[in-house]
């Protein structure tokens, strides 16, 4: 069982940054791909960014790439998301997510991930 909790959610104007964390506890953190996913009212849950347990290997959905980065801290079992350029059509629920499935490949398919956060709202304003 793996328990995650994410803060750094808010409120932030256009063109402003927000850095989101994700900590775990429960399970042998170093061995699980992570995902950061946000779903907005009315909307799928979708990937934003993804990453392998290393950290060496990432995923970005193409409406973030260049703008977010995903990355983690195994010795304090921590991922993160740095979000730059925050436009208003980011607005969402992000949510932390872990897959128990073997790590080779960050993957960007909700289903493979079966721990998830409850989730921190952003919310940008034009």
């Known amino acids: 069982q793996v328990q995650l909790v994410e803060s750094g959610g808010g409120l932030v104007q256009a063109g402003g940054s927000l850095r989101l964390s994700c900590a775990a506890s429960?399970?042998?953190?170093?061995?699980?791909?992570m995902g950061w996913f946000r779903q907005a009212p009315g909307k799928e849950r979708d990937a934003v960014a993804t990453?392998?347990?290393?950290?060496?290997?990432?995923r970005y959905a193409d409406s973030v790439k260049g703008r977010f980065t995903i990355s983690r801290d195994n010795a304090k079992n921590t991922v993160f998301l740095q979000m730059n350029i925050l436009k208003p059509e980011d607005t969402a629920v992000y949510f932390c997510a872990a897959s128990s499935l073997r790590c080779i490949s960050p993957s960007i398919s909700k289903n493979e991930y079966d721990y998830w956060g409850q989730g921190t709202q952003v919310t940008v304003s034009s």
């Open positions: 429960g399970a042998t953190f170093s061995r699980y791909c």
């Open positions: 990453i392998d347990w290393s950290g060496g290997s990432t």
